[in-house]
């Protein structure tokens, strides 16, 4: 069975703080007149445990500045699969993104209708950042989806996450990142979420950053049915390297980190950490996005859980 600590990723956007100075001067271009365009979005995941999600999502978008500002809708084809077991859905969506590339504010959502099984939830998964000062910045974001276990599938279990994360620059070096959440789940459970996270970029022409992570949440029931991994109380502290660099337009970045868990009374014990990611540049004909990571850390079945993605997506002007 997966290994769901519903660890929300807040991609929090530091790439001005992790680039060199003259990003903003590269993005600072003319906004072109409103196109068309299509693309498609993959991801497919595999984990320790032989759970395996597939996605295959076609997108249309009838308006189309860029890659940071468009409007449209996206089909979605899924399939979920654990030993004998097998599950497919479909999701239709609403999408829309308008960020300023320079200062990463702006808003993105995607709000759809999910069927899985016998059940149909309505997905919602939005942020929006805006500047409170010169060197702090506020986002507000919520998502709500399905709990992606072979159990909570076939119980219908979903969540809905809401939560803030405020940006403080603290001199030209040194960025701190807080994040305050709760996440509510269909099963009456509800894990209050907490994270810290502490940048430090010793040169602004390298791209380079060390990084210090915190994140904790305590839940408020224990036994949810083995569903997904729930442990009341959890706390990681990660040890992290960045790097960015942008050629061409293009940008690529590596992120390895090390931590410690501490799950409940027992002892702590080694998480890992490791992304890629490759983006192409935002205005232009095409557009080009892949990630791809690898975590390791706890489970229902002891502490050697990993958990492999890649993602991507591509979009065409027409």
Do not use: C
């Not at 239709?92 to 759809?112: L, M, Q, Y």
């Not at 940006?167 to 960025?175: A, L, P």
């Not at 390791?296 to 002007?317: C, L, Q, T």
Request: proline content about 3%; glycine content about 8%.
């Amino acid at each position: 069975m997966k290994n769901t600590k519903i660890t929300i990723y807040m991609l929090v956007p530091l790439l001005i703080s992790i680039t060199t100075p003259s990003l903003a001067s590269e993005l600072e271009q003319e906004q072109a007149p409103s196109e068309r365009a299509a693309g498609t979005e993959f991801f497919f995941s595999d984990d320790s445990e032989g759970f395996q999600t597939r996605k295959l999502s076609a997108e249309f978008l009838p308006r189309y500045e860029d890659a940071d500002h468009y409007l449209g809708v996206r089909g979605s084809a899924y399939q979920y699969r654990a030993d004998e077991w097998q599950r497919d859905g479909q999701k239709i969506s609403f999408i829309g993104r308008h960020i300023e590339s320079a200062t990463a504010n702006g808003w993105a959502v995607e709000a759809g209708v999910f069927d899985q099984g016998d059940h149909t939830l309505f997905t919602f998964d939005g942020s929006y950042r805006t500047a409170l000062a010169e060197k702090t910045a506020l986002e507000l974001f919520a998502n709500r989806d399905w709990v992606e276990t072979q159990a909570a599938l076939d119980a219908g279990t979903n969540f809905t996450f809401v939560g803030a994360a405020l940006d403080q620059g603290i001199g030209e070096h040194v960025t701190l990142v807080g994040v305050a959440g709760t996440q509510f789940f269909s099963d009456d459970n509800r894990r209050d979420h907490g994270r810290l996270r502490l940048i430090y970029q010793p040169s602004l022409d390298l791209g380079l950053t060390l990084q210090a992570r915190y994140r904790t949440y305590r839940s408020t029931e224990e036994d949810v049915g083995r569903q997904y991994f729930n442990p009341q109380d959890y706390e990681e502290s990660m040890l992290a390297l960045g790097w960015r660099q942008r050629f061409a337009g293009w940008s690529a970045g590596l992120t390895a980190g090390f931590g410690r868990e501490k799950i409940n009374q027992e002892s702590s014990q080694s998480t890992r950490l490791f992304e890629l990611n490759l983006q192409s540049p935002v205005h232009g004909s095409q557009f080009l996005r892949m990630n791809a990571g690898y975590n390791r850390s706890a489970s229902f079945y002891g502490p050697d859980y990993n958990y492999r993605y890649i993602k991507g997506e591509w979009i065409m002007r027409f």
